[in-house]
């Protein structure tokens, strides 16, 4: 019965990637937040370190390499993937750079971003609320929020009450000439 089928329209497959793509871009915020609280300051701690103690610098830092691997994922998904490969790795794609964008640029700064996009609501309340995170608030360095586009709500809502900060030591790092 594989002749009743047709195959798919070129639209049906771009509706289709868009579809996958915006959901993947929604369920990313919610499983960051749980990587981010659970494997960054977990075991991946040692790597993530870095950002916690250059917030602002300027420069590549350990903690820049973890966006890597999702990366290269959404490249392999999207250069080698069905529709619905393609789609997640649209998505994922697109979250990594809102999130570098919100994150690095509008957070803390660490490169130009438009007085426009710096402006805009959400993003003044993701800096605010993020600010949270580094801070350590009551529940020491680096305690909850871990989310960047929720965080002000997970914040609100006492996500993270039995958070503890890492305790992993970390070997010294060299410095690098900025």
């Known amino acids: 019965m594989n002749w009743l089928r047709s195959p798919p329209t070129l639209w049906g497959t771009v509706l289709t990637e868009l579809a996958i793509a915006a959901t993947t871009l929604v369920v ?12 960054f300051h977990g ?29 290269l994922t959404s490249a392999l998904l999207v250069g080698f993937g069905d529709p619905v490969l393609v789609g997640f790795g649209i998505g994922g794609a697109l979250y990594v750079a809102a999130y570098i964008v919100a994150h690095d640029g509008v957070a803390h700064g660490r490169f130009w971003v438009p007085a426009f996009i710096r402006r805009a609501s959400i993003l003044r309340v993701i800096a605010k609320t993020h600010r949270l995170h580094h801070r350590g608030g009551r529940n020491g360095v680096g305690a909850s929020p871990f989310g960047v586009y929720l965080a002000h709500l997970e914040h609100r809502w006492g996500l993270s009450a039995r958070y503890r900060p890492p305790t992993k030591v970390c070997p010294p790092t060299v410095a690098a000439v900025s």
Do not use: G, Q, Y
């Open 28 to 39: 990313a915020e919610p499983v960051m937040a749980l990587v981010h609280r659970f494997v």
């Open 43 to 71: 075991p991946l701690w040692c790597e993530h370190k870095s950002h916690h103690e250059h917030p602002t610098i300027r420069r590549i830092v350990r903690n820049d390499l973890l966006w890597l691997w999702p990366l």
